[in-house]
Each structure stands twice: as structure tokens, then as C-alpha cells.
């Protein structure tokens, strides 16, 4: 992918170029704070993407066009330019079979083919994924896999074939790399959460017909999530906007609020088809990530800093999330520590953070007091191991395609 970088001059200094995408976020005090600001986005930018979050709102351009006004619309209703939280997590798979990787986790993932050659999410929320060709044996079963939850008829319509594991849900790609690939269910019994889908999150996707319906659906949704005191995750696209508990967060145990959260989804289900809102049942999707470590406390405790990410609040759950529910879930699960060809062999799949240009120096410094080890670097790359080998690649700003020694 390629992009004419436009210089702060040009777009102001809210703005960065994050994974080749022109980004800002803007924090708000709360959702309907939040909602003001990104309703008013979405009627000056046909294209463009908004993570509406209790904490603030991430806007993503098609084109620096419109930066000018969206600075402008954020800054009358309140919201302040906060760069230095942005950041965008992507998978990198290294195989010597590109073109039959792609094919199983297009179906995988219903992902449409990205510039760079992978795959990328045509709903821009869960993480894309870059395939680069590689020669390099590894047998061995890798010790990072992902989790993908759809609904029922989207899981049987991507015909995998048989599945394996304890769950009977783990299915392989002609590399070997797993999924597990989870068929989700209705939210509740009831009509009053028909609309919902439970996908480890509790998730909901309206269609709109337009900016007007869409800013109003927001405006509900932020009103009613604020009231209940609930976090709410409230996405932008066009002609689209998708509500969403995060992982787990529908549960009471997950946030230790007193609430029902299929009452609050009845009442958000009533605010969107009063708005004259039609749900999609197909589109939910969740998708997390999952690193085997030997010594666990080690290796998460390196993620939690090379990420900023922070730790799951319940006792005896491994998982880091991003504070903002903005980049997926890493999840670790313990490996036996005997298996050590398995540990010393390279996984084939790694993780690219990509960070503005002017804080990649910063967060490097981060990781490596993390325990990270610089196995090399370029300008713009640096590609570092973990405690236990697994590998991140920090990108400042752009991306241009892979790397000669990626």
C-alpha cells in the first residue's frame, strides 16, 4: 500500500498516518460526549470510520480532504487530539504457500483481499492479515493461533471440513496454523434481543440509510450505555453502525456492574428498529489471539508494555486487552516447558504494531525494557523477540509492503 504522506503543515497536528491509514483520536469524557463530535464526523465524510468508546473516539480518513473539518468538528464539541494512544495491530503469516493460506482464512474470516496481499476485514475492526512468502521449514505446531466466533450459518457456510481439539472446533490451514472458528448464538430467548449475536462478545450490526439515521442510532446508543453506566462499543461505517459489549463484558463478572446486559441490548434494540434500523444477523465477528508460553506471567507481562495494553480484572484469566477495545485480544494459555524443539523453532506467524513515526522510538525503548531483543532494524522497522522468541514488528507511520527481510 502506498501513500502520499501529507506533512503537519497539511493536515494539522491531530492527525498521524498509522498502518498507511490517516488517523486521530479525540478524547471525550463519556459516550454521549463522544457521540456529539461523531455524529457530526460522519455527515462530513462519506468514508470515513469512527470507534465511538466511553474514553474518546478514533476517526480513520480515507483522505487528508476532510482532516481540516474533522478537527474542527471535534474541537467545538469539546473533544481534545490525543495522538500519542494510536497504534494498530496486524498478523503477519510467513508461509511457502500464500495463495492456499489466503483461500482458508478468507473463508476463515469472510476478509476481502487487501492492497498489500493479504486480507483485510471489509468492516475495518478486527485485525488484518499480511502473507508473505517464505522457504524456511518448520514443522511443528506453532504456538500462536487465533480465535474467530461468527454465528452459526456463517461458521457451516465456510465449509472447513472436519474440526479436531477438546471443542471440536479447531481447524488447520495447508501450513498447519490453527483457528479455532467458534459458532456463535442468540444473545438471549427472547424477541427483545433478536437482534443480537453472542460472539464471546454480545454484538449487534444495523444497516442505515443515512448519515442523519446513523448519527441519531449513535446518539441513542451512547445515551442509553451512559445511563446504565455501561462501556459500550459503538462503531461507525457507512451505512453501518455496529454495537458491541467487547469479550465477555455482557457478563456481570467481567466488569462488576450490577446489570443485566440483555436488558440493556432489549432497550438498545428498540432505539435502533425505531429509528427504522434493520439488523444483519451475518456480520458479527470476533477474533483473538492466542501465544503458548512456557513461563506465562513472563511473556504476557512483556505484551502488557510492548502493546500498552492492560490485564483482564478477573482472577485466573490470562487475556490483555487494549484499554480502548480498539485492537484485538491476545489470550495465553501455558505450554509444557519440556517441549523445547517447539519452543526453539520460529513461529510462522508474528505481530506488526504500527505506531505514528514521531513515538516508534518510544515505544521501542518500552519493549525492550520489557525484555524484548532487537533481532534487526531498518528506518522504519524493528523487529523484536520476547522473552520466549515470539516475535512484534514495530512500524513507524506507513506502510509500503513487506520487507525485505520479513
Not at 478514533?58 to 467545538?76: H, I, M, N, P, T
Not at 476478509?111 to 518448520?138: F, K, N, V, W
Amino acid at each position: 500500500m502506498s501513500y502520499t504522506v501529507p506533512s503537519m503543515a497539511e493536515i494539522g497536528t491531530d492527525w498521524r498516518l498509522v498502518d498507511g491509514v490517516l488517523t486521530a483520536w479525540f478524547d471525550t469524557p463519556s459516550l454521549v460526549e463522544g457521540a456529539a463530535p461523531a455524529g457530526r464526523i460522519v455527515e462530513l465524510s462519506a468514508e470515513v470510520a469512527v470507534d465511538l468508546r466511553a474514553t474518546g473516539l478514533r476517526v480513520r480518513l480515507g483522505s487528508d480532504k476532510d482532516a481540516e473539518a474533522v478537527s474542527a468538528a471535534a474541537r467545538d464539541l469539546g473533544a481534545t487530539a490525543n495522538p500519542a494512544v494510536l497504534q494498530e495491530l496486524s498478523v503477519v503469516f510467513e508461509s511457502p504457500n500464500p495463495s492456499g493460506v489466503g483461500g482458508f482464512w478468507q473463508r476463515v474470516l469472510d476478509y476481502a483481499p487487501g492492497d498489500d496481499g493479504g486480507l483485510a476485514d471489509p468492516l475495518r475492526r478486527d485485525p488484518a492479515l499480511r502473507i508473505r512468502q517464505s522457504t524456511e521449514p518448520r514443522p511443528l505446531r506453532n504456538r500462536v493461533h487465533l480465535d474467530v466466533v461468527r454465528p452459526a450459518a456463517a461458521v457451516e457456510q465456510a465449509n472447513l471440513g472436519a474440526a479436531s481439539g477438546p471443542f471440536g472446533v479447531c481447524h488447520a490451514d495447508p501450513d498447519g496454523n490453527e483457528v479455532d472458528l467458534v459458532p456463535g448464538g442468540a444473545l438471549g430467548e427472547g424477541s427483545e434481543t433478536a437482534d443480537w449475536q453472542a460472539v464471546f462478545s454480545a454484538m449487534a450490526c444495523y444497516r442505515i440509510t443515512s448519515p442523519t439515521q446513523q448519527r441519531d442510532l449513535a446518539a441513542a446508543a451512547a445515551a442509553l450505555a451512559d445511563d446504565a453506566g455501561f462501556p459500550l462499543l459503538i462503531d461507525l461505517r457507512p451505512g453501518l453502525v455496529i454495537l458491541d459489549s467487547g469479550k465477555d463484558q455482557w457478563e456481570g463478572d467481567a466488569h462488576g456492574l450490577e446489570l443485566d446486559f440483555t436488558d440493556l441490548a432489549g432497550k438498545l434494540q428498540t432505539a435502533a428498529r425505531e429509528l427504522g434500523a434493520t439488523a444483519d444477523p451475518a456480520l458479527p465477528r470476533f477474533a483473538q489471539l492466542f501465544l503458548d508460553a512456557a513461563d506465562v506471567a513472563a511473556v504476557r507481562a512483556f505484551w502488557i508494555a510492548a502493546l500498552d495494553y492492560t490485564q483482564d480484572r478477573r482472577a485466573g484469566v490470562s487475556d490483555i486487552h487494549d484499554p480502548r477495545r480498539l485492537n484485538p485480544e491476545l489470550v495465553f494459555q501455558e505450554l509444557d516447558a519440556s517441549d523445547t524443539e517447539r519452543r526453539r523453532q520460529r513461529n510462522r506467524i508474528h505481530f506488526e504494531l504500527a505506531v505514528p513515526a514521531d513515538l516508534a522510538q518510544t515505544r521501542l525503548a518500552t519493549t525492550v525494557a520489557a525484555g524484548g531483543r532487537i533481532l534487526d532494524e531498518s528506518a522504519d522497522r524493528r523487529r523484536i523477540a520476547d522473552p520466549e522468541g515470539n516475535e512484534l514488528v514495530i512500524i513507524a507511520g506507513a506502510v509500503d509492503g513487506p520487507p525485505s527481510d520479513a
